[in-house]
């Protein structure tokens, strides 16, 4: 079985910052990660490197942001009146809140707080950063029917209802 649309797929994974090495985050010491193949739950350019990988195949990929967490838009950084922190009694730089968007909820990012104003980020915390992916391909699965009307994993390693 190939990795291709409507497949749940379990990868072992390490992704690096690109640019510097640092490590972003490893299943190395913990759970893998199981998804539904073809439904945006990955990001473009590692779901495209997979497709057709079968089980036991190692990957390797460096992602541009435009095919990661998208280039960083200073437009998505704002300055909000504290007013709008309503029963939060001490917002501080680091905190996330979930807020309306133009196209649904958004979460944003508190980067700077000072007097009555408040700054925040809605940009995704890899935005702009190119990502080296590695990892290997443990097992893959029909998705079942439910699965893919959700546009996810049930069960095991993925969303329960």
């Keep these: ?16 910052n690109a640019e510097t090495g640092d490590l972003i ?30 089980v036991g195949d190692s990957y ?4 541009s942001p435009e095919e990661g967490y998208g280039v960083r838009d200073e ?4 300055q909000v009146p504290m007013e709008a922190f309503q029963g939060i009694d001490n917002v501080q730089v680091g905190m996330a809140f979930t807020a309306d968007g133009a196209e649904g909820p958004v979460v944003v990012e508190v980067t700077a707080v000072e007097d009555d104003l ?3 980020d809605a940009n995704h915390p890899l935005a702009s950063i190119p990502l080296a992916f590695s990892g290997e391909v443990k097992e893959i ?9 959700h546009g996810h ?8 209802h």
């Design 1 to 16: 079985m190939t990795i291709a649309e409507n497949k749940v797929v379990t990868l072992e994974f390490t992704v690096k």
């Design 25 to 54: 985050e490893s299943s190395k010491d913990g759970e893998p990660l199981v998804y539904l193949h073809g439904f945006n739950n990955l990001v473009p350019g590692l779901e495209s490197e997979l497709n057709g990988k079968v």
């Design 60 to 63: 390797e990929v460096t992602v």
């Design 75 to 78: 437009s998505l950084v704002q």
């Design 118 to 120: 408040v700054t925040v």
């Design 141 to 149: 699965r029909d998705a079942s029917a439910e699965e893919i009307e």
């Design 153 to 160: 994993v049930h069960g095991e390693g993925g969303h329960q």
